[in-house]
């Protein structure tokens, strides 16, 4: 297995300091309505994923209608 390409994987400091100082200007340097916009983001993309994963598939568990049905004369 190779190894992942670290230049996508590290976001530097200067990086997420750039990051955290365009969000601050978007709310006007609003440190709380910042916070509470990301926090809404965040629940946002949870509830998108939640709604995009099959419950059947997170839980091991399938419809017996998805699965083929077992063959007897098959090894």
């Known amino acids: ?6 230049s996508l994987t590290i976001i530097d400091d200067a990086m997420r300091q750039a990051e955290a100082e365009e969000v601050l200007a ?3 340097g609003d440190a709380l309505a910042a916070i509470r916009a ?7 993309l949870i509830a998108d994923a939640q709604e995009a994963m099959s419950r059947g598939f997170l839980r091991g ?9 077992p063959v007897e004369d098959e090894p």
Request: glycine letters at 8%.
């Open 1 to 6: 297995m190779t190894a992942p390409d670290p």
């Open 26 to 28: 978007e709310f006007g």
């Open 38 to 44: 990301l926090l809404d983001d965040q629940a946002t």
């Open 61 to 69: 568990r399938f419809a017996d209608g998805a699965r083929r049905p």
